[in-house]
């Protein structure tokens, strides 16, 4: 049985290559920024001057520590206020649904047909062309 020796790839093809797949990672991690669709905590609560470490749920010394730590020293602060007490948006937009359905079953599909032809090309190159 002959040794399998794989197809060459040129130097410009493996740097083609690695360009796409930067493109691809730079995109699929930039995408949801510039769509706004990162981060759930979009809704602060009001702001309070008046709120107080408890008022704001940080009811233990740790917690209250470990803000201090990060340079928030008073409750009162707006920004840690923001912080704290944005909370999640759970909706679901069927729109966005739709679209994360079909890339996703789509790119199932490509993956499916790709891998097929590639496996019917190696099967060939080692045993021969038997259709």
Request: charged residues 20%.
């Amino acid at each position: 049985m002959a040794r399998y020796v794989p197809p060459h790839q040129s130097k410009i093809g493996q740097i083609i290559d690695v360009i796409v797949l930067l493109v691809l990672i730079v995109g699929a991690l930039r995408l949801p920024l510039w769509f706004d669709l990162a981060g759930g905590a979009k809704t602060p609560a009001p702001f309070n001057a008046t709120a107080t470490w408890a008022d704001l749920g940080q009811d233990t010394p740790e917690k209250i520590a470990a803000y201090k730590a990060l340079g928030y020293d008073n409750p009162d602060n707006e920004a840690l206020q923001a912080i704290i007490t944005a909370r999640y948006d759970y909706t679901i937009n069927p729109v966005e649904l739709a679209i994360m359905v079909i890339v996703v079953v789509g790119y199932f599909f490509l993956i499916i047909r790709f891998s097929g032809s590639e496996y019917k090309e190696v099967i060939a190159e080692k045993f021969g062309d038997k259709k």
